[in-house]
């Protein structure tokens, strides 16, 4: 009784807790979103979209704020992706992390900034800008709110308008990473620079 008990144990862990959907799967508005997905992601039905599917109104909003970010923010791209990182950090979010470095990497952001961010560090070499970016989004999620001192760089440094982009986009990319992580959403597998280690 105890082998059986254990082997259906194992066999649950090995389902994923959201099947993953394909386009033939849905009808009516999970197709439509679906089709969006498609077209305007870059993974496709894969990460958190598969599990976005099951609530098609909500997720069409979080799409339009994901496409605001995307293609409309006046953040400079590298700090935008610096921001995502930090948070998809917090959050131990892999996919998150797996899907967006290559693109800070592209944007420019130094592959020895985000090392050391990968292992829960303060970068130690990090522009001012860059610097304001970490402090405000680290703030956001260990503190959920920022210092008076953080906030007046930030707002030295983008404005009113970007900062209330920069703190909408760390609150999305948390929605997001949270999605991920309820949804137990892998990304890379093994130890190389697309994959979060624990924090201890």
């Known amino acids: 009784m105890k082998i059986l008990l254990v082997v259906l144990s194992l066999a649950c862990l090995a389902q994923p807790r959201f099947a993953q959907k394909k ?47 995307r293609w409309k923010s006046t953040i400079p791209k590298p700090l935008m992706e610096l921001a995502i990182l ?56 260990r503190k959920h709110f920022v210092s008076e001192a953080t906030f007046r760089r930030a707002k030295g440094l983008f404005g009113e308008k ?9 609150g999305t990319y948390i929605s997001i990473g949270a999605l991920l992580n309820v949804g137990e959403v892998p990304g890379a597998t093994g130890q190389g620079p697309d994959w979060l280690p624990p924090l201890r």
């Open 86 to 141: 930090v948070t998809a950090r917090e959050w131990s979010a892999q996919f998150e992390w797996f899907a967006h470095y290559p693109i800070a990497l592209k944007e420019g952001v130094s592959a020895s900034l985000l090392a050391e961010l990968r292992v829960g560090k303060r970068p130690s070499k990090m522009s001012a800008e860059e610097a304001i970016v970490y402090d405000f989004a680290t703030e956001i999620c």
């Open 162 to 170: 970007d900062v209330v982009d920069l703190t909408s986009l760390i």
């Open 23 to 69: 386009l033939e799967e849905t009808a009516g508005a999970e197709r439509a979103l679906a089709e969006r997905f498609l077209k305007e992601t870059r993974t496709g039905l894969g990460g958190p979209w598969n599990l976005m599917l099951r609530s098609p109104v909500m997720s069409e909003h979080l799409l339009e704020i994901y496409n605001y970010y």
